[in-house]
């Protein structure tokens, strides 16, 4: 890996924000790509912290304060990600759903979309159903993009479809979900639009599905 991209990886595995925000901007001064950044520093790095978790060698606060650093490495670059300065293609309301706070997939769904040119309402994490629903009806959104990062809360993502089509709201909405335990097939079970396994992929998706 490029030193510099090291540096990153360590430094949001130390958990040490600082030290991210001054590695991720020496990384962007030296001409490495935002998207080099993300891909090879900050994402594998919270890929790792997942792995130590797993082995018992990390807790819950030391995810908690890697996922922090990683997050202001994020704002570093999130200007980066998302310059596109085109005409909105359309409205997205985006949020993890209730039961889960894992926003940072969430939070990179979201730039990338915003990048590709989406206007997005973005819910927060632990979003019941209901509010969902509200954004669909207050703000007419296009899309409603739910993230989910645990296995217990992947029925969330159902609940809000089936709310939809109790409001009668279904046929008006493109319903596109993701996250780590997320698949395509879960997709098509619960009777979603469309599964993006990446933020990239959330926005090439979220533009076909505008067509
Ligand atoms: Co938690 N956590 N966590 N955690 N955490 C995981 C998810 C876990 C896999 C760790 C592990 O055991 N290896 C595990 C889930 C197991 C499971 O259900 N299968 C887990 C657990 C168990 C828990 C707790 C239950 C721990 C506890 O309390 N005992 C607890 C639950 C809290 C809750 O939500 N109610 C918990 C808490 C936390 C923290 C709060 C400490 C922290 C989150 C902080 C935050 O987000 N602000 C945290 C973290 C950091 C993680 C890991 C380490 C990293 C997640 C992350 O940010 N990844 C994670 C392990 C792992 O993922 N390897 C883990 C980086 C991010 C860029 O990737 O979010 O996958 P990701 O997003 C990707 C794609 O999934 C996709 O695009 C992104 C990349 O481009 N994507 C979408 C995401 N959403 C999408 C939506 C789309 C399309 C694509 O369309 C709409």
Redo the contacts with the bound molecule.
């Keep these: 890996m490029d030193a510099a991209l090291q540096k990153v990886f360590d430094n949001v595995l130390a958990g040490d924000m600082g030290a991210v925000k001054e590695t991720v901007q020496a990384a962007v001064d030296s001409g490495v790509e935002s998207e080099a950044i993300l891909k090879q520093g900050l994402?594998p790095a919270?890929?790792e912290?997942?792995?130590l978790?797993?082995e018992g060698e990390y807790f819950?606060p030391e995810?908690?304060i890697?996922?922090?650093a990683?997050?202001a490495g994020l704002e570093i670059i999130k200007p980066m990600l998302v310059e596109s300065g085109v005409e909105p293609l359309g409205k997205v309301a985006?949020g993890t759903v209730q039961?889960?706070?894992?926003?940072?997939?969430?939070n990179?769904?979201a730039m990338m979309m915003e990048g590709a040119g989406f206007e997005i309402y973005d819910l927060g994490v632990?979003v019941p159903a209901d509010n969902f629903i509200q954004a669909v009806k207050d703000n007419q959104v296009h899309i409603l993009?739910?993230?989910a990062?645990?296995?217990?809360?992947m029925p969330n993502m159902q609940a809000v479809i089936t709310q939809l089509q109790e409001a009668g709201l279904r046929e008006q909405v493109k319903v596109?979900?993701?996250?780590?335990?997320?698949t395509t097939e879960y997709a098509t079970e619960i009777g979603a639009d469309g599964?993006?396994?990446?933020?990239?992929?959330?926005a090439s998706l979220a533009k076909s599905l505008m067509n």
Excluded: C, N
């Design positions: 994402i919270m890929g912290v997942g792995r978790f797993e819950v995810m908690l890697a996922a922090r990683m997050q985006i039961g889960d706070l894992h926003d940072i997939g969430k990179l769904v632990d993009a739910l993230s990062l645990l296995t217990t809360t596109l979900i993701g996250g780590a335990p997320v599964y993006a396994a990446d933020a990239s992929q959330a």
